[in-house]
Structures are given as C-alpha cells and as structure tokens.
C-alpha cells in the first residue's frame, strides 16, 4: 500500500472530470451529491470526452489493479479507476462508512449488493439484496450503511474498467469471507494502490 499521495494522472479530460466532482460536491448532501455524481459520470462515459489513462486498460495478474487518478485538495475525495481481468472480483465489502460512486467505463461487471441481516462478534450474517449486470456507461451510488457489496468480472476473455469515486481515500475496508451459510467472519484489510507504469 502507498502510504504517501500519489500523483495525480494527466489525461484528456481530467480537468472536465474534477469540474463536474467539484460541482457535485457543493451540493453538500450525499444524497445530492451522489446522484449529481451518477449523472455527470453517465454522461464522461458515453460522451467521450475523458479519456482514461492508458496504463488503466492493463490488468495485473494477481489482483484486480486500484489506481488513483486525482485526489483533491480542496474537498477531499479521491478517483481510482480499477481493472478487472477476467473472473477477478471482490469478497463482500464495505467502504469504511464512506459514500462512492461506481460506474463501468469499459467492458461488464456483476455487482451484488447484500444487507446484512445479525451481528455476532466478528461474525455477521448476509444475504443478497439484489444485483446487476452493469455495462459500459452504467453507474450507481453506495451511501452507508448501504455499502457491502460485490464485484466480479464474470467474462472469460474480457477485461472491464470501472471508475470509483469516493467521499475520501480508501485505504481500508472490511472484507467478510464466508463460514457457513449465510455468516460470514469480518476481516480488516489495508487496500493497495498500485502504480502507474512510467
């Protein structure tokens, strides 16, 4: 994990993509601001006028590659774009209680969203709440404690890019791994960044 600021990535279109978060962000509530977000992110992926980087359309072997493209400031909030080889995917996770908007620039994604349904310990009980097959252009919003959830590239052959937009840097998350049925065993986890090729 990068514990320093990366630097921010250059790429046509960044400055229209920070305008846009910094607009969403001034409308101060989440609710507002994520669904300002989803709109604006919409509209960057269909229109084509952000382009992004060309080091996010390379996989990584081992894990599904996190990299942060700009951090502000000013309001705090952080970018990532993420790559999704095919069948990589996330356990059930939260946001550390942060809002975030996902969108899928690139290829499909499977997100299911679970609510967690008791509590005992380190052990908490789960179960799906709905999900969606995303394509290119789709975006929805995580607000907590609406936030455990899943992602997979569920292709063969393919590789999808989605971009993440979060309240602030997420450099942790609880992952849950399944026991039996429908508990699951928490677990704290440092989150990587991994570097742009240069």
Request: glycine content about 10%; proline content about 7%.
């Amino acid at each position: 994990m990068n514990s320093s600021v990366p630097p921010a990535m250059d790429f046509p279109g960044r400055d229209k993509l920070v305008a846009a978060v910094d607009a969403a962000v001034a409308h101060g509530d989440e609710h507002a601001i994520t669904a300002a977000l989803r709109n604006s992110m919409c509209a960057m992926i269909r229109g084509g006028d952000v382009q992004l980087p060309d080091e996010v359309f390379e996989p990584l072997d081992d894990h599904y590659a996190r990299r942060e493209l700009y951090r502000s400031p000013e309001h705090g909030y952080s970018v990532v774009a993420m790559t999704w080889a095919p069948g990589q995917g996330t356990p059930i996770h939260d946001h550390c209680g942060l809002w975030c908007v996902e969108g899928v620039w690139d290829g499909e994604l499977e997100i299911t969203q679970y609510e967690m349904l008791e509590r005992d310990g380190e052990r908490f009980r789960f179960r799906a709440a709905g999900g969606m097959h995303a394509g290119p252009g789709s975006a929805g919003s995580l607000i907590p404690p609406h936030e455990y959830h899943t992602i997979t590239n569920a292709s063969g052959d393919k590789i999808a890019i989605s971009l993440h937009i979060y309240k602030a840097p997420m450099d942790t998350c609880s992952k849950f791994q399944p026991q039996s049925g429908e508990w699951f065993l928490r677990t704290d986890s440092a989150l990587r960044t991994d570097n742009a090729a240069t």
